[in-house]
């Protein structure tokens, strides 16, 4: 997974042609540690995708833009645009993360 670290960066990535993920979260989060255990053998499954994340301490104003209330929260976007966003309350297990995928 790619940090992405400013503004600049994150409008760059969200304009890709290409649809692309991000998680949203943050250091203190247990649920995001949660998270990390799980995430990148569905990064192999997904690897159609680029995936990048997010420190929303580091970044607040786009968490709020993308009104990320909670975290870890995955967005997907394309050409500008957010396609879907899973929730924090929906993210805490890998069933309900691929569950999300496959909709998309």
């Known amino acids: 997974m790619k940090p ?5 960066n994150y409008r760059s990535t969200i304009e890709q042609d290409q ?3 991000i998680k949203f979260h943050a250091d203190w989060c247990p649920d995001c540690r949660r998270m990390d255990m799980f995430i990148d053998d569905i990064m192999a499954d997904y ?3 680029q ?6 301490d580091e970044l607040p104003s786009i968490a709020e833009e993308q009104q990320v209330m909670g ?5 997907v976007f394309k050409n500008g645009e957010k396609l879907a966003h899973l929730h ?4 805490k297990t890998p069933e309900q993360v691929r ?3 496959s909709s998309l």
């Open 4 to 8: 992405i670290n400013t503004e600049e």
């Open 19 to 21: 649809p692309v993920i």
């Open 47 to 49: 690897n159609q995708y």
């Open 51 to 56: 995936w990048f994340d997010i420190n929303r």
């Open 71 to 75: 975290i870890p929260s995955l967005l």
């Open 88 to 91: 924090s309350a929906n993210a």
């Open 99 to 101: 569950e999300f995928l």
